[in-house]
T-cell receptor, first 114, second 114 residues
């Protein structure tokens, strides 16, 4: 089974600064999808950003962008101009191009300091 | 216009009881999932249904029985509840072949077994 590793259980960032959350994964597949989900204290799991492995261009969504390094099997999330509302648990997830299962990392708890 | 809804949001019950959690999605998706999130925030897939057919059935006690009356609904019934069943249970849905099969999550059901 694929594994997803988030090596930073906790991170903090000053409001308006930039922070990068790390994610690495293990797979022998060449085609797959990667996701970042955000879980604020409300518990709702919210999709932040999605990356298709066959695309070389890094995905961006407003203040959120990824650094996808396929050879290194790395998929980090960069949050620019951090806001108080960004405080949440962030989960990295992998989905194979075959099969329906998502593999989630253990999460990174992000604190935003005013 | 809630995309994935779950009821109830909170469930407090005694050990040994039987309880059900309901999930409905109005996204027209053909695949639905149940996840368990423990106290350490680790997300674990339990079941997945595609067009009402069970496709993922992880190692879960047989006290847990999913039921999918139609592809918009996936309910979770739990018999003989145990203390270790206390967790947050998330329902999710996705559409085969669409957008990397991004999963959209419900708000979660916090189950507390006393």
């Amino acid at each position: 089974a694929q594994t997803v590793t988030q090596s930073q259980p906790e991170m903090s960032v000053q409001e308006a600064e930039t922070v990068t959350l790390s994610c690495t994964y293990d797979t022998s597949e060449s085609d797959y999808y990667l996701f970042w989900y955000k879980q604020p204290p409300s518990r709702q799991m919210i999709l932040v950003i999605r990356q298709e492995a066959y695309k070389q261009q890094n995905a961006t969504e407003n203040r959120f962008s990824v650094n996808f390094q396929k050879a290194a099997k790395s998929f980090s999330l960069k949050i620019s101009d951090s806001q108080l509302g960004d405080a949440a648990m962030y989960f990295c997830a992998y989905r194979s191009n075959t099969g329906n299962q998502f593999y989630f990392g253990t999460g990174t708890s992000l604190t935003v300091i005013p | 216009d809630t995309a994935v809804s779950q009821t109830p949001k909170y469930l407090v019950t005694q050990m040994g009881n039987d309880k059900s959690i309901k999930c409905e999605q109005n996204l027209g998706h053909d695949t639905m999932y149940w996840y368990k999130q423990d106290s350490k925030k680790f997300l674990k897939i339990m079941f997945s249904y595609n067009n009402k057919e069970l496709i993922i059935n992880e190692t879960v006690p047989n006290r847990f029985s999913p039921k999918s009356p139609d592809k918009a609904h996936l309910n979770l019934h739990i018999n003989s509840l145990e203390l270790g069943d206390s967790a947050v249970y998330f329902c999710a849905s996705s559409q085969y072949g669409l957008a990397g099969e991004t999963q959209y999550f419900g708000p979660g059901t916090r189950l507390l077994v006393l």
